[in-house]
Structure formats: C-alpha cells, structure tokens
C-alpha cells in the first residue's frame, strides 16, 4: 500500500504561483512513477503531468511551459511547480502513484488539494 498526502493548495492570483507537494509512504518511492491530475467543479479528472522514475516529464498542452514536476527521492516527494496561473486552473488537484514497470496504472491516489485562482 502507499500513502499520498498533497499540500500547498490555496488562494492566488492571476499571474501568480503556487508548490503543491505531494509526499508519499507505504513503498520505496524510487519504484514509483508519480503524476499529477486536476478536478475542476462540475468536470472530470483530468491528467496534468508525469514524472517517471528516472525522471523523465510529460505535460498535458494546457500546462506545458507553465507547470513543472520535480522529484525528491530522499524526502519520498514529488512537487508541482505551477507558474503563470490563471482562473482556468482552478481545480482540486490529486497526486497519483504508479507502481506498474510497464503499462501506467494509478493504482494510489491522494485526498486532493484545492487550488483557486482568482481574476
């Protein structure tokens, strides 16, 4: 089993910049590929990024050069580096950990945390 504990939600304004953090237990977090998911109101779950357990990173469109995700394998955590922000980016947003060496499967996922941008 793994735990998934984010933080680092909270209230800003547009333009500005938010760390979520997302630290995990249960398993080595060096064989985990972690990624980051949003929910906003009224919406499904929606993919954000990805980082692999090398450290490799992928992005959805709507993040690419404002979001980046970065890990920690010491401190068992992986963050996410949102710049830029602006309303549209308001959601819950969810770390999710993938244990799975071949095809991603999220089997772990976090209680979320909120994120509001306002205009």
């Known amino acids: 089993q793994v735990q998934l504990v984010e933080s680092g939600g909270g209230l800003v304004q547009a333009g500005g910049s938010l760390r979520l953090s997302c630290a995990a237990s249960?398993?080595?977090?060096?064989?985990?590929?972690m990624a980051w998911f949003r929910q906003a109101p009224g919406k499904g779950r929606l993919f954000v990024g990805r980082?692999?357990?090398?450290?490799?990173?992928t992005y959805a469109d709507s993040v690419k050069g404002r979001f980046s995700i970065s890990r920690d394998n010491a401190k068992s955590t992986v963050y996410l580096q949102m710049n830029s922000l602006n309303p549209e980016d308001t959601a819950v947003y969810y770390c999710?950990?993938?244990?799975?060496?071949?095809?991603?499967?999220?089997?772990?996922w976090g209680q979320g945390t909120q994120v509001t941008v306002s205009s």
């Open positions: 980082i692999s357990r090398s450290g490799g990173t």
């Open positions: 249960g398993r080595t977090f060096s064989s985990l590929a």
């Open positions: 999710a950990a993938d244990p799975s060496p071949t095809i991603p499967r999220y089997d772990y």
